[in-house]
């Protein structure tokens, strides 16, 4: 992270953020889902959807792989870009959290590329695809701390307050 990276920590709705790029826990498809990835989808409208496709006609016909970051526009969402990322599944002690570090490496490196100055992130891969939290956290937090970005300001927006709690607490120990 470049000296002028902030990092903050909100709870709330993803959606409702006003940045250059919000970042999507996507899956693999591209093509919508459930929790994050629903929520984008339903808010931001049919745009974001409809590029989702032409990525996949195009370059990503199998899909986007885990740990990998790709743009679309931001439709209807107070954003420019989505970022939609697809995080690995915890499977317990075979889970490999650097394949979650890529989730955040190459979502700035995207919005690198994009120009874009300030980033939303949602809690990777700690709904349905299970992480741990707590180490979901320490994961992201060192990952967006220790990578080199021109991201002036990088925003964890964690949609409950369990969430909200152990992203704080590491927050707290990284200071």
Same mark, same amino acid.
């Given at each position: 992270?470049?000296?002028?990276?902030?990092?903050?920590?909100?709870?709330?709705?993803?959606?409702?953020?006003?940045?250059?790029?919000?970042?999507?826990?996507?899956?693999?498809?591209?093509?919508? @889902?459930? $929790?994050? &990835?629903? !929520?984008?989808?339903?808010?931001?409208?049919? *745009?974001? =959807?409809?590029?989702?496709?032409? +990525?996949?006609?195009?370059?990503?016909?199998?899909?986007?792989?885990?740990?990998?970051?790709?743009?679309?526009?931001?439709?209807?969402?107070?954003?420019?870009?989505?970022?939609?990322?697809?995080?690995?599944?915890?499977? @317990?002690? $075979?889970? &490999?959290? !650097?394949?979650?570090?890529?989730?955040?490496? *190459?979502? =700035?490196?995207?919005?690198?590329? +994009?120009?874009?100055?300030?980033?939303?992130?949602?809690?990777?891969?700690?709904?349905?695809?299970?992480?741990?939290?707590?180490?979901?956290?320490?994961?992201?937090?060192?990952?967006?701390?220790?990578?080199?970005?021109?991201?002036?300001?990088?925003?964890?927006?964690?949609?409950?307050?369990?969430?909200?709690?152990?992203?704080?607490?590491?927050?707290?120990?990284?200071?």
């Amino acid at each position: 992270m470049s000296a002028a990276t902030a990092i903050e920590l909100v709870q709330g709705d993803i959606t409702r953020q006003s940045v250059d790029a919000i970042v999507n826990a996507a899956n693999s498809s591209l093509l919508g @889902g459930g $929790g994050v &990835d629903g !929520a984008i989808h339903r808010r931001g409208g049919p *745009e974001i =959807l409809a590029e989702c496709r032409a +990525l996949r006609a195009s370059q990503y016909g199998r899909g986007l792989a885990t740990g990998q970051a790709v743009a679309t526009t931001a439709g209807e969402l107070d954003a420019r870009w989505v970022i939609h990322t697809v995080g690995p599944v915890y499977q @317990g002690a $075979g889970s &490999d959290p !650097a394949l979650l570090a890529s989730c955040y490496r *190459e979502s =700035l490196r995207v919005a690198d590329e +994009l120009g874009a100055r300030t980033v939303a992130f949602p809690a990777i891969s700690t709904g349905v695809y299970r992480w741990p939290m707590e180490d979901a956290a320490r994961i992201a937090l060192e990952t967006v701390r220790d990578t080199e970005t021109a991201v002036t300001e990088v925003r964890f927006v964690l949609f409950d307050e369990r969430a909200f709690a152990a992203f704080a607490a590491y927050a707290g120990r990284l200071r």
